[in-house]
């Protein structure tokens, strides 16, 4: 069992609903300020799950084919304005690229461009996939030292790439030339927070569960937007940047996934999801997708 810094008073009656409900009920104390600052620094990658346990959650996101959501690529408000790019630039093809979701993987910013953080989903994903998401949850606690819990009424998402849904040779020929498009996460400045948070500490994670063969990653741009000033910072060098530097195509590099480790980072580095160099009929990309933000006095709460 793992304990953290915080006290807990476990409130046995309460636990099989809070557990289904992603709900953590025990009450804790928490400092106002976190044991962890991930800062400028490239994602970090922690043990999570075994071989055995990333095979079981791949055969289970298999089993659950039914409910998985077909989206338009650049339909996530996290990659602005990309679906809008493929249409002019592929009029003919832009309509078969695709990214499937298992989970209430919200589009906060256009909401009903995609499904919505709803009751069933939730409750379903918890159910389903509780013993990864103790996982999660566990691995976190681990590296952040602070209570965390999962923000009520959430859950994480996978998303989902398939090289056999690219059987068309055009679709693949795009798949591998597109332009990876960069972002800052920022889905949390949309939620409702206690008062006191100012998003200086939050986190991204990404849990990859399958891989294709010839491996695949987060790339990271040598961009960095501070949380609170906005300034914009060289990655490396940690300078701040005029505007006209911000401006300049920036370096990057592709951080490797490797299947069953966490990767970890701020979410506030210029990053995306790499491009396919190469996509095989049967390649998968699976992850499982989540950020998380301190609030003072309570610990870090987590989301999708
Ligand atoms: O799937 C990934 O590799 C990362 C996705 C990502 O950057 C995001 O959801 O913000």
Redesign the pocket.
């Known amino acids: 069992m793992i304990v953290d810094h915080c006290t807990f008073a476990v409130l046995f009656a309460l636990v099989p609903i809070s557990m289904v409900l992603g709900v953590d009920t025990a009450p804790h104390q928490c400092a106002a300020q976190p044991l962890y600052q991930h800062g400028f620094e490239p994602p970090v990658d922690l043990d999570c799950i075994t071989q055995l346990e990333s095979q079981k959650a791949f055969d289970e996101v298999m089993h659950l084919k039914h409910e998985w959501i077909r989206q338009t690529l650049g339909s996530?408000q996290?990659q602005t304005d990309l679906s809008s790019k493929l249409k002019r630039l592929f009029p003919d093809h832009a309509h078969k690229l695709y990214e499937m979701t298992l989970g209430p993987n919200v589009n906060y910013n256009i909401p009903e461009d995609a499904p919505v953080l709803n009751g069933w989903n939730v409750t379903f994903m918890h159910s389903q996939f509780g013993w990864l998401f103790d996982k999660v949850k566990a691995t976190l606690r681990k590296q952040l030292g602070d209570h965390v819990s999962i923000r009520p009424g959430s859950s994480f998402f996978f998303?989902i790439l398939s090289g056999n849904e690219t059987v068309d040779p055009t679709v693949r020929q795009i798949l591998k030339m597109i332009p990876s498009p960069g972002?800052y996460?920022g889905?949390w400045t949309v939620l409702d927070w206690p008062e006191g948070v100012t998003f200086e500490h939050t986190i991204?994670f990404?849990l990859?569960i399958a891989m294709p063969r010839g491996g695949?990653?987060?790339k990271i741009f040598e961009r960095y937007r501070h949380p609170l000033t906005q300034e914009y910072h060289h990655y490396v060098t940690k300078e701040v940047l005029t505007p006209e530097e911000r401006d300049k195509p920036a370096n990057s590099y592709i951080h490797p996934?490797h299947i069953g480790k966490l990767?970890l980072h701020s979410?506030n580095e210029f990053?995306?999801?790499?491009e396919f160099r190469d996509v095989q009929p049967d390649d998968w990309?699976i992850?499982l997708?989540g950020?998380g933000v301190f609030v003072p006095n309570q610990g870090w709460e987590l989301f999708g």
């Open positions: 996530e996290t998303r972002h996460d889905l991204s990404t990859p695949h990653g987060l996934y990767s979410g990053h995306s999801v790499a990309r992850t997708q950020w």
